[in-house]
């Protein structure tokens, strides 16, 4: 068995075709007529532009308009006249126009690779598929036809450029397996897309494999077997057809409402990073915005950003949703997330530190930028206001005074806003926790962030891997803590959700359901699964669970009996 990247979910069993790279060395020479030189440069960059915007049509029509928009940004990118003037000045100064292709694009793709954030690393992936595109074209190397492959291929290839990906019949490719890519690249993202089985950056394979060897790829494990014996073939031929039936199983979740077993409506949200996942949100079946983490827009530029930026972003995610609910989180930084031009002090606990609501309050003028914007935002569609970690009254009350300030003023400037704009807080401190019954009183709805909840009940760093033992909602501390809050929550009459990952968790799903939670916000991949879960619980069974898991004093046992009862 050989492991590698679970890119892609699923099981394939079939035959393969390597894809064996093509040859693209080239002698660099000097070229004495610089001006036909560039005539042929320029005519490989024409050929170039037209392949890949046949290509954009073609994924755009068999898989995406999103997924087309890895074409469109090649095709973005060579229109750059940064890129293709480097290259003429090479060839100007008497460099081949493979020379200048190579070189060019490796500066870049050294430039981009060495970089933290992975879309800027992603860019050099990029340059690197459009370096051999040009080549190929100037060298006049024909492309592999992945279109003509049989049914119940395997292809295996050192890595799968876009370009490659957009020739695949779905129909006839059960499975990917390449040496390079990670689940953020172009061939893991295609290939999801396409719902084929993939498992990337598997050392060595095409030199394993030859044509026509059997592989079993399981694209949930990042599992490959080479020419496996009958019982482990017969052991995946199950594993896959028990897939295949789950899925069509979730799919009959979709459009559906999230309804318990004996008939309880409850909502089914998802947490959003940026104003674009308000689309995934949609795409799968989502119903409202439970979680939206506003940290992104102060993340990704080096300086604030304006009332106007933010207020744009929440209106794109707002108007996204058509309606739907759109619950925005005040900017929630400190602890594990630097905005290294905020200049915050280094400390000794930043978990415990000068972060969230506590610096929104001390810099009101930030803090006023960020909910005038979200203000703003109200006026095109139903937002509401979401507080990250509250320990005290006093902090909710005075969030509601900055509101109520920011709407005079936007009153008075006569821009129009959702005048009930509610204010909720989210329930993710032991300190929120003991005081749900007050906070109930002050804040219009409550949202459980299970993630620091966690993090703050257990005492446990939630990224320090030598406590990570500790670091469970199945915890007792934490489930009597969730239950308190909910019953203050519904006691007080306020809805209550929970956005940390626990509302996910199938085996946490029936002790919400008794719990009383109103609410399950989950990435949105998840939902149909959190659908399904809730589908099969009545309240009665799910009280009769929670009733003995909360008679068990510890961590394993409720796992335990929690996983006995999914059965
Ligand atoms: C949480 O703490 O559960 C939560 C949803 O917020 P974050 O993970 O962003 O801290
Ligand atoms: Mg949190």
């Given at each position: 068995?050989?492991?590698g990247i679970e890119a892609s979910r699923?099981?394939?069993?079939?035959?393969?075709?390597?894809i064996?790279e093509?040859?693209l060395?080239?002698?660099?020479?000097?070229?004495?007529?610089?001006?036909?030189?560039?005539?042929?440069?320029?005519?490989?960059?024409?050929?170039f532009k037209?392949e890949t915007a046949?290509m954009a049509?073609n994924i755009r029509?068999?898989i995406g308009p999103k997924e087309a928009e890895i074409m469109e940004g090649h095709l973005a990118m060579i229109a750059d006249p940064t890129m293709a003037?480097e290259m003429?000045?090479?060839?100007?100064?008497?460099?081949?126009?493979?020379?200048?292709v190579t070189a060019v694009c490796d500066m870049f793709i050294g430039m981009f690779s060495k970089m933290e954030d992975d879309m800027m690393r992603q860019r050099a992936s990029d340059i690197s598929d459009i370096k051999i595109s040009l080549l190929k074209?100037?060298?006049?190397?024909?492309d592999?036809?992945i279109?003509?492959?049989?049914?119940?291929?395997?292809l295996?290839a050192h890595d799968l450029t876009p370009s490659m990906t957009s020739q695949i019949?779905?129909?006839?490719?059960?499975?990917i397996i390449t040496e390079v890519g990670g689940k953020t690249s172009h061939s893991a993202i295609l290939a999801r897309a396409l719902e084929i089985?993939a498992v990337l950056s598997v050392p060595?394979?095409?030199?394993?494999?030859?044509?026509?060897?059997?592989?079993?790829?399981?694209g949930?494990?990042g599992?490959?077997?080479?020419?496996?014996?009958?019982?482990?073939?017969?052991?995946?031929?199950?594993?896959?057809?028990?897939?295949?039936?789950?899925?069509?199983?979730?799919?009959?979740?979709?459009?559906?409402?999230?309804?318990?077993?004996?008939?309880?409506?409850?909502?089914?949200?998802?947490?959003i990073g940026t104003p674009k996942d308000a689309k995934k949100?949609?795409e799968?079946?989502?119903?409202?915005?439970?979680?939206?983490r506003?940290e992104f827009l102060f993340m990704d530029k080096p300086?604030?950003?304006?009332?106007?930026?933010?207020?744009?972003a929440?209106?794109?995610?707002?108007?996204?949703?058509?309606?739907?609910?759109?619950?925005?989180?005040?900017?929630?930084?400190?602890?594990?997330k630097?905005?290294p031009?905020?200049?915050?002090?280094?400390?000794?606990?930043?978990?415990?530190?000068?972060?969230?609501?506590?610096?929104?309050?001390?810099?009101?003028?930030?803090?006023?930028?960020?909910?005038?914007?979200?203000?703003?935002?109200?006026?095109?569609?139903?937002?509401?206001?979401?507080?990250?970690?509250?320990?005290?009254?006093?902090?909710?009350?005075?969030?509601?005074?900055?509101?109520?300030?920011?709407?005079?003023?936007?009153?008075?400037?006569?821009?129009?806003?959702?005048?009930?704009?509610?204010?909720?807080?989210?329930?993710?401190?032991?300190?929120?926790?003991?005081?749900?019954?007050?906070?109930?009183?002050?804040?219009?709805?409550?949202?459980?962030?299970?993630?620091?909840?966690?993090?703050?009940?257990?005492?446990?760093?939630?990224?320090?891997?030598?406590?990570?033992?500790?670091?469970?909602?199945?915890?007792?501390?934490?489930?009597?803590?969730?239950?308190?809050?909910?019953?203050?929550?519904?006691?007080?009459?306020?809805?209550?959700?929970?956005?940390?990952?626990?509302?996910?968790?199938?085996?946490?799903?029936?002790?919400?359901?008794?719990?009383?939670?109103?609410?399950?916000?989950?990435n949105p991949v998840?939902?149909?699964?959190?659908?399904?879960?809730?589908?099969?619980?009545?309240?009665?069974?799910?009280?009769?669970?929670?009733?003995?898991?909360?008679?068990?004093?510890?961590?394993?046992?409720?796992?335990?009996?929690?996983?006995?009862?999914?059965?």
């Amino acid at each position: 068995m050989y492991k590698g990247i679970e890119a892609s979910r699923g099981i394939g069993i079939g035959s393969i075709c390597l894809i064996v790279e093509r040859d693209l060395s080239f002698e660099s020479k000097h070229i004495d007529d610089t001006e036909a030189e560039k005539a042929r440069f320029n005519a490989a960059i024409e050929k170039f532009k037209a392949e890949t915007a046949e290509m954009a049509e073609n994924i755009r029509k068999n898989i995406g308009p999103k997924e087309a928009e890895i074409m469109e940004g090649h095709l973005a990118m060579i229109a750059d006249p940064t890129m293709a003037g480097e290259m003429n000045k090479m060839i100007d100064a008497g460099q081949c126009a493979e020379a200048a292709v190579t070189a060019v694009c490796d500066m870049f793709i050294g430039m981009f690779s060495k970089m933290e954030d992975d879309m800027m690393r992603q860019r050099a992936s990029d340059i690197s598929d459009i370096k051999i595109s040009l080549l190929k074209i100037l060298l006049g190397v024909e492309d592999v036809d992945i279109s003509k492959v049989a049914p119940g291929t395997v292809l295996v290839a050192h890595d799968l450029t876009p370009s490659m990906t957009s020739q695949i019949v779905k129909e006839n490719v059960v499975g990917i397996i390449t040496e390079v890519g990670g689940k953020t690249s172009h061939s893991a993202i295609l290939a999801r897309a396409l719902e084929i089985p993939a498992v990337l950056s598997v050392p060595g394979i095409t030199e394993i494999v030859k044509d026509k060897d059997t592989a079993i790829v399981d694209g949930t494990e990042g599992d490959v077997y080479i020419n496996p014996d009958g019982e482990v073939v017969s052991k995946y031929v199950i594993k896959r057809e028990e897939f295949i039936r789950a899925q069509a199983e979730l799919k009959n979740f979709f459009g559906k409402e999230t309804v318990t077993a004996d008939g309880n409506k409850v909502e089914l949200f998802c947490n959003i990073g940026t104003p674009k996942d308000a689309k995934k949100a949609i795409e799968c079946d989502g119903e409202g915005i439970g979680l939206f983490r506003s940290e992104f827009l102060f993340m990704d530029k080096p300086h604030l950003p304006t009332e106007d930026e933010q207020f744009e972003a929440y209106k794109e995610a707002v108007e996204t949703m058509g309606g739907r609910t759109v619950i925005i989180r005040t900017l929630d930084i400190g602890g594990d997330k630097d905005i290294p031009y905020l200049g915050l002090e280094k400390e000794e606990n930043p978990f415990l530190g000068y972060r969230a609501v506590r610096y929104c309050l001390a810099n009101t003028d930030i803090y006023k930028t960020q909910l005038r914007g979200i203000i703003r935002a109200s006026a095109f569609g139903k937002v509401k206001i979401m507080v990250p970690l509250v320990t005290c009254v006093d902090e909710v009350r005075a969030v509601k005074a900055l509101v109520e300030e920011c709407k005079n003023e936007l009153k008075s400037e006569g821009v129009s806003f959702d005048d009930k704009i509610e204010v909720g807080c989210m329930v993710e401190t032991a300190a929120a926790s003991l005081i749900a019954d007050m906070l109930a009183k002050e804040a219009d709805f409550f949202s459980i962030g299970t993630n620091d909840l966690t993090q703050y009940t257990m005492s446990v760093d939630r990224g320090n891997a030598n406590v990570a033992y500790l670091y469970s909602a199945f915890q007792p501390a934490v489930l009597r803590s969730i239950k308190n809050i909910i019953a203050a929550g519904n006691a007080a009459g306020i809805p209550v959700g929970m956005c940390g990952e626990a509302a996910a968790d199938p085996l946490m799903i029936p002790l919400l359901m008794s719990f009383g939670l109103d609410e399950y916000s989950v990435n949105p991949v998840l939902v149909l699964t959190a659908r399904s879960i809730i589908s099969k619980w009545t309240k009665a069974e799910a009280d009769a669970l929670a009733e003995k898991v909360l008679s068990l004093s510890t961590e394993k046992e409720i796992v335990a009996a929690l996983k006995e009862a999914a059965k």
